[in-house]
């Protein structure tokens, strides 16, 4: 029997077997490390992660402690009982009582100006004083004719008295007595025509030295001496203005005007208006509501108001701009905080109330009315005791630590400078209860060109 020939491809075959399974546990090796270098970096990615929360845990927790031992320096301010105003805002303009154009009645040369400019004048002190000559040339000849007429009225006089007791002898005709009669009466009128010039002729004279009609301030020189005048003319020689008492005139809506009128109808007090700057800040002035105009605007819906102040010390000027707040009510027994203690978030007003034991409590408010620097609120009892600055740091349940406090418990920023009727001083705006959570000009009315601020009626 025949051997079998050998394979003589096997050899080869389990050749390239071997060739093609080195590269495959070269890729399978290789795919493993990738797993491990993949695994190694989740784990240490891991433990990384373990070690940022636990520095977090640690970190939170000592910033809790730390939290509980800080005290928060503020400054308080206590709440008190009593009454706030309710005030019309607008922008006013001073107004002289009486303004006086000076010009001259006679013609002539100016030979004196006896004023300064800017001088305070009393009325019927001398001003400008016009050449006068001519017209007391005018005088005496009007005196003379006057003197010539009655002495030809005397004669006149004396004839009829002579014609009546002739006429009573029956020595003369009637007609002659009754011709003498009107003689007297002509002559009579002629007095009279020289009587009335003469005064005239005084007149002018007295006109050549131009005197101050009403007290005031007077401008800018106009005239010089030397300078010729006429009657006719409309050049003026000086302008007065009066400056004590004053007026100021504003507008305000047309909403508020039965508030007005209801104060007014009762009469029981006037309505006070004050002055003040054109940055709301300073008091320049205290007055009282005069009266109002007789119609309302319609092109802008406003009403103009005028009130008088007595101007003591001259803070107001004619033509000048200025802030003015009328008071229309007066609120009894309200709630008052400082302004600077209202805080606002999301759900509305709140203030920070300090506890006996140095904490403060958010406690939520409904503000009413605000009168400069003090506001009247709802949702805290009067002697509570607020926070008026540290906000930044201030926290629900947050130690505090009161510091600057006057004696009195205002706050150095939050108190309020008031009046002995319970109204601040500096209450540069003014504005009805707004609704909580609501900016200051959520409650202002549209200004219509007045810039009147305050709920409507």
Do not use: C
């Not at 308080?76 to 009582?97: E, M, R």
């Not at 005791?385 to 006057?406: E, H, I, S, Y």
């Amino acid at each position: 029997m025949a051997e079998p020939l050998p394979d003589t491809n096997r050899t080869p075959s389990s050749a390239s077997e071997r060739t093609t399974q080195q590269p495959r546990k070269k890729e399978q090796s290789s795919g493993h490390a990738w797993i491990w270098l993949i695994i190694a970096v989740l784990l240490l990615g891991g433990i990384w992660y373990v070690y940022r929360q636990h520095e977090a845990a640690q970190a939170a927790a000592k910033a809790k402690a730390n939290a509980r031992t800080f005290s928060v320096p503020i400054t308080t301010a206590t709440a008190k009982s009593g009454p706030i105003g309710v005030y019309i805002n607008a922008l006013g303009t001073v107004t002289p009582v009486y303004t006086v154009t000076v010009t001259s009645r006679v013609d002539g040369q100016i030979m004196n100006v006896n004023y300064k400019e800017g001088q305070m004048v009393q009325k019927g002190d001398l001003l400008v004083e016009i050449d006068s000559r001519p017209y007391e040339a005018v005088l005496k000849q009007a005196e003379g004719t006057l003197a010539h007429d009655e002495a030809l009225l005397n004669e006149a006089r004396i004839d009829l008295n002579r014609y009546q007791e002739a006429f009573n002898r029956n020595a003369i005709a009637k007609q002659q007595l009754d011709d003498q009669n009107q003689t007297v009466l002509q002559y009579e009128g002629s007095v009279k025509t020289d009587q009335g010039n003469v005064d005239s002729a005084k007149v002018n004279l007295i006109y050549t030295k131009i005197t101050a009609p009403i007290t005031g301030r007077v401008g800018l020189r106009l005239v010089d001496p030397g300078n010729i005048v006429q009657a006719s003319g409309s050049t003026a020689l000086v302008v007065i203005t009066q400056l004590q008492p004053i007026t100021v005139i504003f507008s305000i809506a047309e909403d508020y005007l039965p508030q007005v009128q209801k104060q007014l109808r009762t009469g029981s007090h006037t309505m006070s208006v004050e002055a003040l700057d054109r940055d709301q800040t300073q008091k320049l002035a205290m007055g009282s509501l005069l009266t109002l105009d007789n119609q309302i605007d319609t092109t802008t819906g406003t009403l103009k108001l005028k009130a008088i102040f007595q101007n003591g010390d001259l803070a107001l000027f004619p033509n000048q701009f200025v802030n003015a707040r009328l008071l229309v009510d007066t609120q009894q027994d309200a709630t008052l905080i400082p302004v600077a203690a209202i805080q606002r978030n999301a759900k509305g007003a709140f203030v920070y109330v300090i506890k006996p034991d140095s904490t403060a409590s958010l406690q939520n408010i409904t503000v009413g009315t605000t009168d400069g620097s003090t506001s009247a609120v709802q949702g805290i009892s009067s002697g509570a005791v607020v926070a008026t600055t540290g906000f930044d740091k201030l926290q629900d349940n947050a130690k505090v630590t009161v510091r600057n406090n006057p004696p009195n418990g205002q706050g150095g920023q939050g108190g309020s400078n008031s009046n002995n009727n319970g109204q601040s001083q500096s209450s540069p705006n003014s504005t009805r209860g707004a609704a909580p959570g609501a900016s200051p000009s959520d409650s202002a009315t549209p200004n219509n060109g007045t810039s009147s601020t305050g709920n409507k009626p």
